[in-house]
């Protein structure tokens, strides 16, 4: 009787020791488990990161097209292509761009060439398989035609490190911060290049002329986009 005793709680122990070892090896899975679903969530973290850098970029551009609007320049429908500066440091770059977009691209000499849809900031003046090269508005060779957003008065775009708005007619009523539009055959017209700084004047001169004044330095440079199907 006695071993029969001893077989039912030798056999009743291993039961206990049995559902012991079944619960941690549950546990343990759990456990596991957990931790697949925590490296599951790091793993989805960056791509929600990604998608965060994604909306704000979003954003940025959604404002960018709002600006351009409000400053009066109409929806960009040209076919753009964008192109990446490269670098010329040390040195500086005078206004003169060299682009990573050439005749593969579709680019061309004289395609005009933008910092933002609807922005000119130069054009294309030589083009190999590969890579371009544009002047700027702030090359002291640049020169350009453009108008007022307000009025009929014509302008000069004299290109520089400042470029500057010329030969504008004393008779106009400007002041400090009218912007000013392409009116060059060689660029679509009312394409936007800045506003004007404080006029001033010269003893005998029957011009004004004011600074250019940009949204964007020289050195901000680090993609452009050119129009590759004008005119």
Same mark, same amino acid.
């Given at each position: 009787?006695?071993?029969?005793? @001893?077989?039912?709680?030798?056999?009743?122990?291993?039961?206990?020791?049995? /559902?012991?070892?079944?619960?941690?090896?549950?546990?343990?899975?759990?456990?596991?488990?957990?931790?697949?679903?925590? %490296?599951? $969530?790091?793993?989805? @973290? $960056?791509?929600?990161?990604?998608?965060?850098?994604?909306? +704000?970029?979003?954003?940025?551009?959604?404002?960018?097209?709002?600006?351009? /609007?409000? +400053?009066?320049?109409?929806?960009?429908?040209?076919?753009? &292509? &964008?192109?990446?500066?490269?670098?010329?440091?040390?040195?500086?770059?005078?206004?003169?761009?060299?682009?990573?977009?050439? @005749?593969?691209?579709?680019?061309?000499? =004289?395609?005009? !060439?933008?910092?933002?849809?609807?922005?000119?900031?130069?054009?294309?003046?030589?083009?190999?398989?590969?890579?371009?090269? !544009?002047?700027?508005? #702030?090359?002291? +060779? #640049?020169?350009? @035609?453009?108008?007022?957003?307000?009025?009929? %008065?014509?302008?000069?775009?004299?290109?520089?490190?400042?470029?500057?708005?010329?030969?504008?007619?004393?008779?106009?009523?400007?002041?400090?911060?009218? &912007? !000013?539009?392409? *009116? *060059?055959?060689?660029?679509?017209? =009312?394409?936007?290049?800045?506003?004007?700084?404080?006029?001033?004047?010269?003893?005998?001169?029957? #011009?004004?002329?004011?600074?250019?004044?940009?949204?964007?330095?020289?050195? *901000?440079?680090?993609?452009?986009?050119?129009? !590759? *199907?004008?005119?």
């Amino acid at each position: 009787m006695r071993s029969l005793k @001893s077989v039912f709680g030798l056999v009743s122990a291993l039961a206990v020791i049995a /559902l012991v070892l079944a619960a941690r090896a549950e546990a343990f899975s759990g456990l596991g488990t957990v931790r697949g679903f925590i %490296a599951s $969530f790091m793993g989805r @973290s $960056f791509a929600y990161e990604e998608l965060v850098r994604l909306r +704000a970029e979003n954003e940025a551009l959604r404002a960018e097209r709002s600006t351009l /609007l409000e +400053a009066g320049i109409p929806p960009f429908s040209y076919n753009l &292509r &964008r192109a990446p500066v490269h670098s010329r440091y040390p040195f500086g770059a005078q206004g003169l761009f060299t682009v990573a977009a050439g @005749s593969e691209q579709g680019v061309q000499e =004289g395609m005009p !060439v933008l910092a933002a849809p609807g922005a000119l900031i130069g054009k294309v003046t030589k083009v190999t398989r590969t890579q371009s090269e !544009v002047i700027t508005v #702030w090359n002291s +060779a #640049w020169r350009s @035609s453009a108008r007022f957003e307000r009025g009929e %008065a014509k302008a000069l775009i004299a290109g520089g490190a400042t470029p500057q708005v010329t030969l504008i007619p004393r008779n106009q009523e400007l002041t400090g911060g009218v &912007r !000013v539009l392409s *009116d *060059d055959p060689a660029f679509p017209y =009312g394409l936007f290049l800045g506003a004007t700084g404080e006029l001033s004047e010269e003893e005998d001169s029957p #011009w004004f002329s004011a600074p250019l004044t940009l949204p964007y330095a020289e050195s *901000d440079m680090r993609e452009v986009l050119i129009l !590759v *199907d004008f005119p």
